[in-house]
């Protein structure tokens, strides 16, 4: 056995979350050791794979604004890009790209490898070293030994991981891949609570024995859309995704095959979201629907293989693909790999600090699909913060915790360590109450001063933030002193552009508007895009504001660890229990958590002001 292996930060898993944390550590100067089942196999994409969408696009772009690299490995690898909800409001637009699979993981490694200081090893964490109630290395189970100063562990579906295809069950990861199998009992040994959730994917398609022209085509954006500033210079070659549906004789051999299903005869306990049913879910829930949507999306530019985006199933194969035979454009169709289920378990986030770090075992920090989420996004967002705070915690910083007012990176990780999972939690535009000061279009600019704060970001990127910001304030007071001649009446250009079918980058206004408008447009579209949101807006981004500052009170109110809630009776026994186990960072924290009501917050405020 090697002891002579020292590093400041060990991470544990090469997937979205992992990839993350250790490059972000590696570049704020930590040794760095990713240590992980299968080096080949990094940031892979268990299921569909296509990046954003509706808020995981937000997240993506934030962490681009921190220096992240999701969005970087998503510009290099896209091949379809779109941006969605364009016919809605600005607040829930959302950019999404169809991205080459293999290609992903090619640019991640190739990223990942050229990294200073960070160091890969392929093995299989099995428990942890513990230094007292400090998490102080790993151990392999081929009984290599890694210490570091700071361990984060981010292992996705892979602990205790089982999979299902109908009467079919077995130990598995992802499909063909080995579980982790060790390092979850080893946790739960230590004392931490662990819950069984349930994901599943669809089956995988020959797109040579697929009739596309029984199907309608969808196309990318004609524009690029770019998650990453500044985006390379040319996209990769776009290739459209098809759609088609299901119909009554589908829904039929579905029904007929629910008697061998493992999540209808009981063997699947694990809980799985409610939110992206499989298939069989879809049918017996939704009995009115006649037909379900399916999306055929393809793999890679190198491949014939397609993704069925809607199909997910862990139905027996032979169910399976006589189902997906009755579909329009799928008559023939051969399929490569079944769909399936998988159980793993998770270790609810209350139990950990807004850092990402655990409560009970310091040093030691959780990310990822282990903190109870489902998703690329969400798992590399809290891969990068877990990252930038353990680097920060060896060097004597303070973590950095972005508030739900600041960025969807926030509310998602208050949800995180303020709710007990009920199911996989996936980001939604509903779950942020500042959607509208939270948009994708003003990542980087909103999130100015935290970049600066992590200083992951290059100057020259910090710089042409506040060039932009520049130009915004300059062409938001041109915006207010135009006026335009509409329909025989001279307009304050500003009440103009409050018309929901007006806007600065239409033809019709811009042609109204003056020359030095026009070059200003011309020169920072994005700017002048922000500084009409801004006027179109103000009202309710006005009220947003007021809201954010009466949050930002609460927030301000720190709760120290060594609160003792037991104490303080008048609180209701309820939010006495919960918050003596939770531990909340915050006042604001603390009146978000289930169980604690107005009347425990404001006790707790008066205890508070009474010293
Ligand atoms: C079948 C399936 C279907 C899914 N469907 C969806 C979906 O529809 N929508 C969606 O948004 N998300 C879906 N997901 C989830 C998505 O894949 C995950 O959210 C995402 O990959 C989680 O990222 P992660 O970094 O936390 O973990 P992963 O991407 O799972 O990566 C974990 C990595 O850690 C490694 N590892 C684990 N334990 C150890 C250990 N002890 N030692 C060393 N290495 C270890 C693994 O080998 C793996 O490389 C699905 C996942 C699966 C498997």
Redesign the pocket.
Known sequence: MRTDQNYDVIV?????????AASAAARLGCSVLL????PS????????PAIGGLA?GHLVREMDALGGLMGRVTDRSAIQSRMLNRSKGPAVWSPRAQCDRRRYTEVMTAMIAATPGLEMAA????RLILDGDRAAG?V??AGEEYRGRRVI???????N?L?HIGEWSRPA???H????????DHLAALGLRRLRLK???PPRLDGRTIDFSRTDRQDSDPEPVWFSHPPPEERLPQVPCWLTSTNACTHEILRGGLDRSPLYTGRIQGIG?RY?PSIEDKIVRFTDKERHQLFLEPEGLDTDEYYINGF?TSLPEDVQIAALRTVPGLEQVVVNRPG???E?DMFPADQLRPSLECRALEHLYL?????G????????A??FMAGVNAARSLHGRDPVVLGRNQAYIGVLMDDLITKVPEE?Y?MFTSRAEFRLLLRQDNARQRLLDVAREIALQPDAEIQAVEASLQRQAQIRQVLERERVRVEDQCLPLAKYLRRPEVSLQGEAAYNLVSAELQTLVRWDPEAAFQAELEIKYDGYLTRQEANVEALRRLEALKLPESFDYARLKALSAEARQVLQQRKPATLGQASRIPGVRASDVTIIMVHLRRG
Do not use: D
């Open positions: 544990v898993g090469g997937g979205h979350a992992g990839c993350e240590v992980t089942q299968n196999a990094l940031a892979r994409m268990s299921c569909n995981k093995g299989e964490a099995v790993i392999t189970r562990l981010a292992g996705g579906t892979f602990w991981g999979i990861g992802r499909i891949e080995e579980p982790a199998v060790g390092l979850s994901t599943g994917t979201p992206c997910a399936y289920a998988v793993y990310a990822g699909q282990v903190n989420t489902s998703g690329y996004e969400e798992a590399a809290q891969g996989p996936r």
